[in-house]
Nanobody, 117 residues
Framework: QVQLVESGGGLVQPGGSLRLSCAAS????????MGWYRQAPEKQRELVAT???????VYADSVKGRFTISRDNAKNTVDLQMNSLNSEDTAVYYC???????????WGQGTQVTVSS
């Protein structure tokens, strides 16, 4: 059974930092592009960042320079370090694994990130 288990969400003040972590099933991790997406209330789910097995990354313009995605291929985990958070970062954050070559998407259950004073 494929599983993506997220952790690390919570409430943080503007300007603060949070680190999200996602543990993935070994069966899919090595063949997947790993990513983080988010969905704010009444908005569509959007890409935050992705990372391939070689470590190459892609970021949404809105998070460039503030967020860092990383993956540990030995531990089957992908992390998202979020710095300089602001209210627009408030959303449910989802871990995603896109398994190749069939491009099958797997999703975690989501973790809430709230940026508020």
């Amino acid at each position: 059974q494929v599983q993506l288990v997220e952790s690390g969400g919570g409430l943080v003040q503007p300007g603060g930092s949070l680190r999200l972590s996602c543990a993935a099933s070994r069966s899919i991790f090595s063949s997947s592009v790993m990513g983080w997406y988010r969905q704010a209330p009444e908005k569509q789910r959007e890409l935050v960042a992705t990372i391939i097995t070689s470590g190459r990354t892609v970021y949404a313009d809105s998070v460039k320079g503030r967020f860092t995605i990383s993956r540990d291929n030995a531990k089957n985990t992908v992390d998202l370090q979020m710095n300089s958070l602001n209210s627009e970062d408030t959303a449910v954050y989802y871990c995603n694994a896109r398994q190749f070559p069939l491009r099958i998407d797997y999703w975690g259950q989501g973790t809430q990130v709230t940026v508020s004073s």
